[in-house]
């Protein structure tokens, strides 16, 4: 229904030692002090938090693999409002048509649009038409324009159109995100609706979430990231970056082994995750790849470079 975005080849985003921190930012350092990176703190839930660099790329590291100082700094006072509540403030987003939306992004999901008339007025979700907000409105019209393929640009085109369906109700099946309106409704907006920027910020971890059907742990991640993303977004519309997964890790250490490589990694097709970056000592690039590849067996090598000390 949505065309399909692809996550963009890896940003390579950790920077070892760096010399000073940016203004709202503070050096990060992983659990065996091996690596820092300079960042500051969007947001982060019980097991990840979403750092932005000063060049604006995000990346989301597991908290268990920051220092004790890090993991006790996101825990803090300081940082409390940033607690996976990614949207405090209403977002406008663009439709593909050029109308604005204004409203929170949620979460990802699957909802039903269901159109009934009922004595002659049209119900939209048990709802009539006319009681629901102005901007839902122009969404419902647009969403069954779309669907419909037809110009359906008001109420009294609704009712018209409407009236083929009899007393039968309509349903359609809404895949994309979830959204709060200013008046407090919920709704799903698909992925349809959005311009071709905006759905490159949302759409992403559409596949992880959907392949995730057993796992509401998983899916409370992807959304978690997709909040995340939203609000960053918002903030700096320059910064287009997608979240990428960092590994503050060490796989394998060695008498003689003194260059750090960075590897970036993708999940091959049917392989859950998203693109990361892993540390890797070893002599050279071939090495430090294929021990990568080995330890992650899913995932296919998308670049690497030598990590400056």
Request: glycine fraction near 6%; aromatic fraction near 8%; hydrophobic fraction near 40%.
């Amino acid at each position: 229904m949505s065309p399909t975005i692809k996550f963009c080849t890896l940003i390579l985003l950790v920077a070892l030692h760096s010399p000073s921190n940016a203004a709202g930012g503070r050096v990060w350092t992983s659990s065996n002090g091996a690596f820092e990176i300079e960042a500051e703190v969007v947001s982060f839930n019980d097991s990840l938090v979403v750092l932005k660099r000063p060049t604006g790329e995000l990346v989301a590291v597991e908290l268990k693999e920051l220092s004790s100082k890090d993991q006790e700094y996101v825990r803090s006072k300081e940082s409390t409002d940033k607690k996976d509540v990614p949207a405090e403030e209403m977002q406008t987003w663009t439709a593909k048509d050029g109308m604005k939306v204004k409203g929170k992004v949620l979460a990802y999901g699957r909802k039903e649009l269901v159109v009934q008339r009922k004595q002659s007025v049209v119900h939209i979700n048990d709802k009539k038409f006319s009681t629901i907000d102005a901007l839902h409105q122009k969404l419902v019209l647009r969403i069954l324009s779309e669907l419909e393929s037809t110009k359906i640009e008001d109420e009294k085109q609704l009712e018209e159109w409407a009236k083929k369906l009899g007393g039968n109700a309509k349903k359609y099946p809404l895949e994309g995100v979830l959204m709060q309106l200013e008046t407090g409704d919920e709704i799903g907006v698909p992925f349809f609706m959005f311009a071709r920027e905006e759905l490159g910020i949302l759409q992403p971890g559409w596949e992880l979430w959907k392949e995730q059907a057993e796992s509401e742990e998983s899916r409370n991640r992807e959304s978690f990231l997709l909040r995340s993303a939203a609000m960053a977004y918002q903030q700096d519309r320059a910064a287009k970056q997608q979240i990428e997964m960092l590994k503050l890790e060490m796989l394998g250490a060695a008498t003689g082994l003194t260059s750090i490589w960075q590897v970036g990694l993708a999940p091959r097709q049917g392989t859950y995750g998203r693109p990361f970056a892993v540390m890797v000592t070893a002599q050279n690039s071939e090495i430090a790849s294929q021990m990568a590849l080995q330890k992650y067996p899913g995932y296919e090598l998308v670049g690497v470079r030598k990590a400056n000390r």
